[in-house]
């Protein structure tokens, strides 16, 4: 208990103080990115909550980039760290509690690659929102009742864009309602409670595209809607895929979301990404037990199946992870000699398809024999 | 491949059995004791208390005992315990304003009276006092808002009505005027602080009831209120199982900080002199001493204890009342 | 046929009142449902389907008498629950019990697992006192709980395993039919196929009922034998599992079931995707209320209800254009 107290002490002082230094030095958050064509490239990032309970390693060394244009889907469970992920690219993880206490965010700004994780304040306002934006999940909640819907679109405009007069704006705010298929008259003059479930969300999204972002987050962007209206966004969002020249990065639990949006597809599980691959690779030759599972434990329309398959037990508890593979002990091709060892290594399955599983990897090698067992 | 699996559910299975179960109310009780201003809160009250019950045990005056002084000897005696000495009237005289010595700690009081004792007093009459109305408040606070929120429809209506129009009751004048009729009944200053506490219970039992009857009403449309209905729980064990255990927190942290803001409504009271009066020491008679400029500017050891003990019990009711409700709800403290 | 059914709900009705002004009085009502039939055979699974404001749950609900029905009538063996007395209705309780959504708010958070199953089956006496800590353990068992769980607290437990507990508190009462409103759709993905395997198993042990209410259409497919597609408080299409899936008829149902997405990236559905929002239920358009977003809209579909019509393979649907067909 003490150590606990004594840690979280140690770590949000260490928090404050970053928090407070000003003239950070260019040169501490300058990078280059390993690869020019990606925007963003998370490398072993590590979040963690510094709770009362003890440190909640919500994300534990996460690897994956986001290319330039394309769309990322990123799967799993609740708790498994996905949300903490686009926080921590956001930087708007709740402090002092959540830090990021290792790792690299490489961002590929237009002048100069940057980590975000050591970015300072200042900078980070201007990435965010400006270059970054993101879609939430409840769209309720993500807009100021007391302010009609025009009103908040150029907010944010004249935020970013001060010089912007006022013609301009209010072209640009049509031009933005009209983006996103909402061209009623006088819609810029409504309130948010004026509008329905759908709608909201194709304002925030509206928001989320007014500065022309080069990364957008979409954290459960249909999630809260009914079927109809989801498919609505959904086919709205792919459409705006081509229109803007943006990535963007989709979280979501549902699977059928992603196969339809993502060109790539990270699973996490437990704060670590288990499986990463082109849409094809996870949704064709899904490899890690977890993914596997996960696929074959929704019934599917139209298809018949006998039983669902169903993953047993629970995920984790998040304090005192052990250092053996998270997924052992719900797995079905665990094997206590060699899963019990270290946490498993991501390992290249083709150029594009990554696993993190010991079993998967011995499946390939002896061409599928291990399944006998 | 099934032995792993078996394996892990016996590993699974004696981590669950060596975890300590606590139950909800355990819990409360250990995230109170986490709160430090919480425990001073309890320290100061449980301070106070024992000062208030245990003290005028020992204390060797007593709550009305006036002590004399005699001019030609300088001796100092008590009117009730020596009242033979009382007879050199030319030179006995009421040892008022007394300075403060090993026998009188905080000195004597305009009227010769001790006044370290008559703090213990004053605590013990103002905790009593607060407690009591508390009490009256919360059973007919609860009661009525229960009622209110249970039921609904036309009864809620004319309670909420009735809680409404006792809003709008200035207090203060109300008082001054109970006060002035107590006097017109000729009801003796012992009987009249039982007259207080009930007509204080009695006009604010409203705002309880308001806030049991949201309360009520919130838990009512909880999904587990509406499985005991479709189990065909009947009315009186969902009241006393399900509605009154959780609308609990709620009360319980309104009533400590009620505890903290009667002690203060009942000094402003006998401040202003319709409260309790003398000879019956309260917190707030002992402050009204102010009143006198001499007392104000020279004789700090008069008001500024009761002032202090005043600060003290509000405070720490306060700290109680938060610590409680941070324990109970730790969503809500962010 | 009619013998089999265990439940068979006639033309029920349920209007909200819409309250205004200072003297309360009715101003119009939200009509959550509006005229629905339907039957549950016994030892089968009803799927209900819908979007949000359909009148789905209000039809679960008003089923267990948690709100009070406008009109119409539910037999459930042989007698009316709509118009049951207050005694007829507590022996009634135990035969249907519900499954709620939110296993977060459906758990008394200040009472013991063991107390939370066995509440209702003291109230009932359902078993002797002497039999009851094993009858409660035996439930508890039945649903994947483990038996040391019987004097732990709600809080202690992650979703999966709350809905369980709410579970096997509707199973020990031995009911006969189970309303599971959503009982999934909170859970994780993974945590959801074991509650829906539990209650699949469930029913073939006890032969359980279920009418399952869930705005998932994969999951509804998964587990029912008859579905109901609802939207405004009406069934619009109401057929076999097999055949409403295969075949759908109503346009609603069609571009519902076009838009669940498919977990598959080579797979490209040709969507229909409908226009606009539901409309209120306060207000619902007149005529066939679909019509406001119907692809298909023809005049008539305006100023005529459509009839609720077989049209073979008991496949009933409300729709003016099968009548043109």
């Known amino acids: 208990m003490k150590e606990i107290k004594a840690l979280n002490k140690k770590m949000y002082k260490k928090f404050n103080q970053e928090k407070k230094r000003n003239n950070v030095p260019e040169s501490e958050y300058v990078t280059e990115m390993r690869n020019p064509q990606n925007i963003v490239e998370f490398d072993n990032l590590k979040t963690y909550f510094y709770t009362d309970q003890g440190t909640v390693k919500a994300v534990d060394g996460v690897t994956f980039e986001i290319p330039m244009g394309k769309t990322i889907g990123i799967v799993g469970e609740s708790g498994c760290g996905k949300s903490v992920t686009s926080l921590s690219l ?105 509008l329905s479930g759908g709608m909201k969300q194709r304002v925030v999204i509206a928001m989320a595209l007014a500065c022309n972002p080069r990364l957008i987050i979409a954290d459960e962007p249909t999630t809260a809607l009914d079927v109809t209206i989801q498919a609505q966004i959904l086919d709205l969002l792919r459409n705006l895929k081509d229109k803007i020249n943006a990535s963007i990065m989709l979280i979501t639990h549902d699977l059928g979301v992603v196969a339809e949006m993502a060109d790539y597809v990270v699973v996490m599980y437990a704060g670590r990404v288990v499986e990463q691959g082109t849409a094809q690779d996870i949704f064709h030759n899904p490899a890690h037990p977890y993914t596997v599972g996960l696929m074959k434990s929704r019934p599917v329309l139209n298809e018949e199946i006998g039983r669902l398959y169903s993953i047993p037990g629970n995920v984790p508890n998040p304090i005192n992870m052990p250092s053996h593979c998270y997924f052992k002990n719900r797995c079905e091709k665990g094997v206590e000699k060699i899963c019990g060892g270290e946490y498993p290594p991501m390992i290249d399955l083709s150029e594009t398809h990554k696993v993190a599983c010991y079993r998967c990897n011995e499946a390939v090698q002896e061409g599928g024999e291990a399944d006998g067992n | 491949m099934a032995e792993i699996q078996s394996i892990n559910e016996q590993e699974v299975i004696e981590h669950e059995k060596s975890q300590v179960v606590y139950t909800p109310g355990q819990l409360v009780i250990k995230r109170f004791f986490r709160n430090k201003l919480a425990i001073l809160g309890l320290g100061i009250i ?289 | 046929m009619a013998t089999d059914n265990i439940l068979e709900v006639r033309n029920m009705v349920k209007h909200y009142p819409i309250k205004a002004g200072v003297f309360q009085h009715t101003v119009g009502h939200v009509k959550s449902v509006d005229g629905v039939s339907f039957n549950i055979g016994r030892g089968k699974t009803f799927g209900l389907v819908g979007e949000s404001g359909c009148g789905k749950t209000t039809i679960g609900r008003t089923l267990l008498r948690l709100t009070e029905p406008t009109s119409g009538e539910a037999i459930l063996n042989g007698k009316d629950i709509f118009k049951m007395k207050k005694r007829e209705l507590k022996e009634m309780r135990p035969h249907v019990q519900m499954i709620f959504q939110d296993p977060y708010s459906s758990l008394d958070p200040r009472m013991p697992v063991g107390e939370i199953i066995g509440e209702a089956v003291k109230e009932h006496n359902i078993v002797s006192k002497a039999d009851y800590r094993d009858y409660v353990l035996n439930i508890m068992e039945d649903c994947g709980l483990r038996t040391y769980y019987i004097d732990r607290y709600p809080h202690e437990f992650s979703g999966g395993q709350r809905q369980r507990i709410c579970i096997a508190r509707a199973l020990a009462l031995n009911p006969s039919l189970i309303v599971a409103d959503e009982p999934v759709s909170a859970l994780d993905v993974s945590i959801q196929a074991q509650v829906i395997n539990l209650m699949r198993d469930l029913q073939e042990k006890r032969n359980l009922s279920y009418l399952f209410i869930s705005h998932d259409l994969s999951v509804v497919e998964y587990i029912s034998d008859v579905v109901g597609v609802m939207y405004l408080g009406n069934l619009v ?79 009933q649907i409300a729709c003016h254009l099968m009548d043109e067909k």
């Open chain 3, 237 to 315: 299409e109401m057929a076999p599992k097999k055949e409403l899936f295969k075949n759908p008829q109503h346009p609603y149902t069609k571009a519902l079931l076009s838009a669940v997405p498919i977990p598959d990236p080579d797979v490209k559905m040709k969507r229909i995707i409908l226009e606009g929002d539901i409309p209120s239920p306060a207000n619902p358009p007149s005529g066939c209320k679909f019509h406001t977003r119907c692809p298909y809209a023809k005049p008539i579909c305006k100023e005529k209800v459509p009839e609720f019509k077989d049209y073979g393979n008991d496949h």
């Open chain 1, 90 to 194: 956001m930087r708007l993880l709740q402090g002092p509690q959540g830090q990021i206490s290792g790792g690299e965010i490489r961002y590929n700004r237009d002048e100069q690659p940057v980590d975000i994780a050591k970015v300072p304040v200042k900078l980070m306002q201007k990435i965010r929102g400006n270059e970054i934006s993101m879609i939430f999940q409840e769209p309720m909640t993500s807009l100021n009742p007391v302010f009609t819907i025009g009103d908040q679109l150029s907010e944010i405009l004249k935020l970013h864009n001060p010089d912007m007069d006022k013609k301009d704006m209010e072209e640009r705010v049509i031009e933005l309602l009209r983006l996103v298929g909402i061209v009623r008259d006088g819609i810029s003059d409504s309130y948010p409670h004026e």
């Open chain 2, 46 to 334: 449980i301070a106070v208390v024992l000062f208030a019950v245990i003290g005028p045990m020992i204390s060797p005056h007593g709550e009305s005992e006036i002590f004399y002084k005699n001019d030609s000897t300088g001796e100092i005696f008590s009117g009730t315990k020596e009242p033979e000495k009382l007879k050199d009237i030319a030179n006995v005289g009421v040892y008022v304003k007394g300075e403060m010595d090993s026998q009188f700690w905080l000195g004597t009081d305009a009227n010769g009276m001790d006044t370290f004792t008559r703090l213990m007093y004053g605590c013990r009459i103002s905790l009593m006092f607060s407690i009591v109305v508390t009490i009256i408040e919360m059973l007919l606070g609860i009661t009525l808002g229960g009622i209110a929120g249970y039921y609904g429809g036309k009864v809620d209506m004319i309670i909420m009505r009735l809680v409404e129009i006792f809003y709008c009751i200035p207090f203060v004048p109300l008082m001054l005027l109970v006060s002035t009729m107590m006097v017109a009944f000729g009801i003796l200053p012992e009987q009249k602080i039982y007259w207080l506490m009930m007509i204080m219970g009695f006009f604010n039992w409203s705002g309880v009831a308001r806030m049991v009857r949201g309360q009520v009403l919130t838990i009512r449309e909880m999904d587990y209120m509406q499985a005991a209905e479709a189990g065909g729980i009947s009315v009186r064990r969902k009241i006393f199982k399900h509605l009154i255990p959780n609308a609990m927190p709620v009360i319980i942290v309104m009533a400590s900080m009620d505890l903290g803001s009667f002690i203060l409504t009942e000094s402003t009271l006998s401040y202003l002199g319709v409260g309790i009066s003398t000879p019956f020491a309260s917190l707030g008679t002992m402050i009204q001493a102010v009143n006198q400029s001499v007392i104000l500017k020279n004789y700090l050891n008069l008001w500024i204890p009761p002032g202090i003990m005043l600060l003290l019990i509000v405070l720490a009711f306060n700290f109680i009342g938060d610590g409680l409700r941070d324990a109970f709800d730790p969503k809500m403290k962010r």
